[in-house]
Nanobody
Framework: QLQASGGGVVQAGGSLRLSCTAS????????IAWFRQAPGKEREFVAY????????DYSDSVKGRFTISKDTAKNTVHLQMDSLKPEDTAVYSC??????????????????WGQGTQVTVSS
């Protein structure tokens, strides 16, 4: 089970940190990913990190502004979001599974999901 937290309302240019905590075991070959869905839009990939090692990937829209990290002792993945823009407004959800590298950005390849947390960026 995954539990997402940390959403809120922030002004453009501000920062938020999201957290995703797993209550069960996370396997070394798992990816932990963040996706987001804005009103009227499809869910889109934001970032992922591999539970083993430091491999991470970001969508072009957040690269350089968001940083994904993990705390293995706490079974938690963080998404540090800086320089937030109004277009970052969405419901952010974390997911976990073991997709192939080629499919790691696809939400269809993730079986385990946390509940969403709302991020609202005002202009």
């Amino acid at each position: 089970q995954l539990q997402a937290s940390g959403g809120g309302v922030v002004q453009a240019g501000g920062s938020l940190r999201l957290s995703c905590t797993a209550s069960g075991r996370i396997f070394n070959n798992w990816f932990i990913a963040w996706f987001r869905q804005a009103p009227g839009k499809e869910r889109e990939f934001v970032a992922y990190i591999m539970w083993s090692g430091t491999t991470a990937d970001y969508s072009d829209s957040v690269k350089g502004r968001f940083t994904i990290s993990k705390d293995t002792a706490k079974n938690t993945v963080h998404l540090q979001m800086d320089s937030l823009k109004p277009e970052d407004t969405a419901v952010y959800s974390c997911a976990a599974d073991s997709p192939t590298w080629a499919r790691a950005r696809s939400d269809r390849r993730y079986k385990y999901w946390g509940q969403g947390t709302q991020v609202t960026v005002s202009s």
